[in-house]
């Protein structure tokens, strides 16, 4: 063989002994990374549910829409109740009957404190599913139920 073949085979066997060295060093370093960033989460749910503890009373969350600022009557849940008393779809539902169409992240700042983003997702295409709600320009607006289109009816005929 070559002196020129046997230089590449001696640098390539070092090259692939580096590249080696330097997959262990980053599975290390990144079995540090996750560690930390779990780390970093666990502390930031003992601050968030600490926080809450001393925030007392729920002040009504706010939401702006249009240039115009909205206020949400939505329950807060404790951390103290053991049972939350509301279904997060009826939530959901109740928020888009409270405005006039709202997009899902304007709907998603209403209701993050009782609602993870991917389920309410899933909520808003149940219910598109339904057809209980319509999309129109990007933003979720409920569709009247019956009852509501009635009582309309009965009140303009009278």
Same mark, same amino acid.
């Given at each position: 063989?070559?002196?020129?073949?046997?230089?590449? &085979?001696?640098? *390539?066997? /070092?090259?692939?002994?580096?590249?080696? +060295?330097?997959?262990?060093?980053?599975?290390? #370093? $990144?079995?540090?990374?996750?560690?930390?960033?779990?780390?970093?989460?666990?502390?930031?749910?003992?601050?968030? &549910?600490?926080? *809450?503890? /001393?925030?007392?009373?729920?002040?009504? +969350?706010?939401?702006?829409?249009?240039?115009? #600022? $909205?206020?949400?009557?939505?329950?807060?849940?404790?951390?103290?109740?053991?049972?939350?008393?509301?279904?997060?779809?009826?939530?959901?539902? /109740?928020?888009?009957?409270?405005?006039?169409?709202?997009?899902?992240?304007?709907?998603?700042?209403?209701?993050?404190?009782?609602?993870?983003?991917?389920?309410?997702?899933?909520?808003?295409?149940?219910?598109?599913?339904?057809?209980?709600?319509?999309?129109?320009?990007?933003?979720?607006?409920?569709?009247?139920?019956?009852?509501?289109?009635?009582?309309?009816?009965?009140?303009?005929?009278?």
């Amino acid at each position: 063989m070559s002196a020129y073949l046997d230089s590449l &085979k001696s640098d *390539l066997s /070092e090259a692939q002994k580096r590249f080696q +060295e330097y997959q262990l060093e980053m599975q290390r #370093v $990144q079995q540090l990374f996750q560690a930390a960033h779990a780390d970093l989460q666990a502390l930031q749910r003992i601050v968030d &549910k600490q926080t *809450l503890k /001393e925030q007392g009373p729920h002040k009504p +969350e706010t939401i702006q829409v249009g240039g115009v #600022v $909205q206020v949400a009557a939505v329950p807060h849940l404790n951390d103290s109740d053991p049972v939350p008393d509301i279904q997060k779809t009826e939530l959901i539902r /109740e928020t888009l009957r409270q405005h006039s169409g709202m997009t899902p992240g304007e709907l998603y700042n209403v209701v993050k404190s009782h609602v993870a983003r991917p389920y309410m997702y899933s909520v808003l295409k149940r219910l598109r599913d339904k057809e209980e709600v319509v999309v129109r320009r990007k933003k979720y607006h409920i569709k009247p139920t019956p009852k509501t289109e009635e009582v309309r009816i009965a009140s303009s005929v009278q």
